[in-house]
């Protein structure tokens, strides 16, 4: 009895496809890997990743130690979760990790990897970094702003003083966040915009709310840290599963939106000064550098703009975070506290 058409043919397929992985499998490298959880076919370690992937991260260590490896998707991962294993990866092995990968995250919400975050390491890294180093962030620059954190710390102590008069308990991470958005929008744009009448001032239709403008902050920190399947899995991408893709997009035109009207402001400005132009703030500067021929690789529109999110974003999150955990380390020493008053 003969066997029909499509069978011999599927059998060839499938004696062939055995073949190449059997030849191709003993060509494969060995690998010296890290310990870590057996994977599963197509997603990988996923399944354990829960809705806190910090979390999840930091208990499969201490099952399988400070150097492990998981798989997302179809990508290899390495974690290191110890002090050593931080400055192995990011002091002594710093320039082979300095590449982030491709994620939709950078790609939405950030001009499309334009940003000092998420940009690929080269030339336009290194520049965006020496940038910061030698203009945005230099000793004489941000001295020049300390008549701004003053003032906006002696407003935060007004608003703490006021608050403690209802007798409730008072919220301190919300005025943090509050006043270090007011530091950072001053310094990086000019003015704030938390206050209502300082936004009403402006008078333009296409400036956005304090509410808004606080809500895109939240989203931007929360759409950066999701685990998006796409990501791990590209074939699945175009689905948007969890509809994160959705949301970047949406938030992307909001801020630029609000960009483009921040540098747009800026430039009308030193279009009316003339010569008499001088720098107020780090978006001022920030176009200051891009008029300059010399720049090795040259800066955009789009780059300012992916900068000025950048600084808002990191400066302000950062700060409130760190001045929160200062104060919390502080209440657990009273001693401390005592000496210091």
Not at 12 to 30: D, Q
Not at 260 to 276: A, I, P, T
């Amino acid at each position: 009895m003969e066997l029909p058409t499509w069978a011999s043919f599927l059998g060839v397929v499938l004696a062939t496809v055995m073949l190449l992985k059997a030849i191709l499998g003993r060509r494969r490298r060995v690998y010296n890997l890290p310990p870590g959880p057996k994977p599963w076919p197509i997603i990988g370690n996923l399944n354990l990743m829960g809705a806190l992937p910090h979390r999840s991260i930091h208990e499969l260590s201490r099952k399988y130690g400070p150097l492990m490896q998981l798989r997302f998707g179809s990508f290899p991962v390495v974690v290191g979760s110890s002090v050593d294993m931080a400055k192995f990866f990011l002091k002594t092995h710093d320039v082979v990790f300095t590449d982030r990968p491709k994620t939709a995250a950078g790609k939405y919400t950030t001009y499309n990897y334009r940003d000092i975050t998420w940009s690929p390491y080269g030339a336009y890294w290194r520049q965006a970094r020496k940038m910061c180093l030698t203009e945005l962030f230099s000793a004489k620059r941000l001295e020049s702003y300390e008549y701004i954190r003053a003032a906006e710390v002696r407003a935060l102590l007004r608003d703490l003083h006021s608050a403690s008069g209802s007798g409730r308990a008072v919220m301190l991470k919300d005025h943090l966040s509050t006043v270090s958005l007011n530091v950072i929008t001053r310094m990086v744009l000019g003015k704030k915009y938390l206050d209502k009448d300082e936004v009403a001032s402006a008078g333009s239709v296409t400036m956005t709310t304090p509410e808004e403008f606080k809500w895109m902050l939240d989203e931007l920190f929360l759409l950066n840290g999701v685990l998006n399947i796409g990501d791990s899995i590209p074939w699945l991408d175009w689905m948007d599963l969890q509809g994160y893709i959705k949301r970047m997009k949406k938030l992307s035109k909001m801020f630029d939106r609000f960009l483009e009207h921040v540098v747009e402001e800026h430039n009308q400005r030193r279009l009316r000064e003339g010569k008499d132009f001088v720098a107020k703030d780090m978006v001022d500067v920030l176009m200051q550098i891009a008029d300059d021929p010399t720049l090795e690789v040259e800066l955009d529109r789009e780059s300012v703009k992916a900068f000025t999110q950048d600084l808002i974003a990191g400066g302000t999150e950062s700060s409130a975070v760190t001045v929160e955990w200062a104060i919390s380390e502080l209440l657990k020493k009273p001693e401390v506290i005592a000496k210091a008053t």
